[in-house]
Structures are given as structure tokens and as C-alpha cells.
């Protein structure tokens, strides 16, 4: 089954079931998407008007890009929960051979590493986002400006979010200096990007609170 393919209402549906997938993961990748599409639209909006004639060449490189990265999250909603099942199939695995439960500790282990891989993916096509986020939000359509900013919260948003389905995973595993090499990378990112984040939220704040914005002839 192909999640990314549900309805809104399917899928939201899917979640609130007691299955494990999609889960946290396939939410993220979601939320992701829909951050990196509102910088899509910004950069539409942007491109389609003549007073921001000066950007047009980074703009066009630009939504390229996001756009990329708006796909690759979709993407990763259904991969997500393809790197998680082996591990789900795993936990449910019983035996009373001692040859066989340490064959299923040895693939959980693996599972666990591979895991973790969808949601550092996430993290990073979010933190890409949020960089983009910025740029559109200092030189994009003022009129839109809102959508940088949200943009840049919900990329951050599904960036916390894919961060503990990494965590849960190190959190279980043998290899604790691989986990700790995996937290170190994901923790410092989360802090990077989040900090960035907040900056535009920041700078969208203030130019909503304190900027006329002229609507006439910019949409």
C-alpha cells in the first residue's frame, strides 16, 4: 500500500489506528513536504511578478530546489514505513532456540541502524528547506511572506519529529558508539536548522508587525 497516495482524511485515519506504520516518521516526511511546498508557491508567487524582476534568476534556481526537496519528502512518507516494517516483523518474531534468538537480536540490531536512516534524511531535506525558507522570505513576494515563515516552522516541526525516531532507535542499541555518532549528528543539526528556523520566524514576525505591505499589484 502506498500511503502517499491516501486522501488527507485516509491517511491522518491510517495514522490514528493502533497499527505502528505510518507513524512518526511518514508524519514527519509529511509535514516536511507541506513546509518545502509552502516555499514552492512563495517562489511562484515571486517569479510571476515584475517587481521582484531583480530575483527572477535565483528564484528560478531556487524553486527548482525546493521543489526537488518537496518531492524527495514525499518520497520518504512511504520509505519511511518500508525501512520500518522489517523491524516491526522482528519484534513480533518469537523463538526458543537459542541459535534463532540470537539471529533475531542480530537483525534487530541491523533494523535499528536502517531505521534511523528515513528520518536523518528528513532532517536533512528540512534543513535545506529552512536555509530556502530564509531566502524567500528576505527576497521573495512580501505579500506572501507568512508562507516563508511557515514554511521554515513546519520544516522545523517535522525535523524535531523525525529527530525522535532516531533516538528511539540508538536508544536500543548495542553499538552505543555508533548511537552516540548517530545522536551527535542528528542533535547537531536539529539545533543548526532550529535556530535558523526561529530566525525566520523571527524576521517574519516582525514584518507582519511593523511593515505596510502594498497588495495592489503583487498577487
Do not use: W
Request: with cysteine.
Amino acid at each position: 500500500m502506498i500511503y502517499s497516495e491516501k486522501t488527507c482524511r485516509d491517511f491522518v485515519s491510517a495514522v490514528a489506528t493502533s497499527e505502528p506504520i505510518p507513524g512518526g516518521g511518514s508524519v514527519a516526511a509529511l509535514v516536511g513536504a507541506l513546509g518545502a511546498a509552502l516555499s514552492t508557491m512563495v517562489a511562484s508567487l515571486t517569479l510571476s511578478n515584475k517587481k521582484y524582476i531583480a530575483v527572477e534568476a535565483e528564484m528560478e534556481k531556487n524553486i527548482q530546489e525546493i521543489h526537488k526537496i518537496q518531492e524527495d519528502l514525499i518520497g520518504l512518507v512511504q520509505k519511511d514505513i518500508d525501512n520500518f516494517e522489517p523491524l516491526a516483523k522482528l519484534y513480533k518474531m518469537k523463538s526458543d532456540d537459542p541459535e534463532e534468538k540470537k539471529k533475531i537480536r542480530e537483525a534487530k540490531q541491523k533494523a535499528l541502524y536502517e531505521a534511523c536512516l528515513v528520518p536523518m534524511e528528513i532532517i536533512k531535506k528540512c534543513g535545506r528547506a529552512i536555509e530556502l525558507s530564509q531566502e524567500f522570505a528576505v527576497k521573495g513576494n512580501k505579500v506572501v511572506i507568512a508562507d516563508s515563515g511557515s514554511s521554515a516552522v513546519l520544516c522545523k516541526a517535522a525535523m524535531q519529529a523525525a529527530s525522535f525516531n532516531i533516538y528511539i532507535n540508538t536508544n536500543m542499541m548495542k553499538d552505543k558508539e555508533l548511537a552516540h555518532k548517530i545522536n551527535g549528528e542528528t542533535a547537531q543539526r536539529i539545533v543548526y536548522y532550529g535556530a535558523l528556523a526561529d530566525s525566520v520566524f523571527g524576521y517574519t514576525t516582525n514584518t507582519l508587525m511593523n511593515t505596510v505591505i502594498e497588495t495592489d499589484d503583487t498577487i
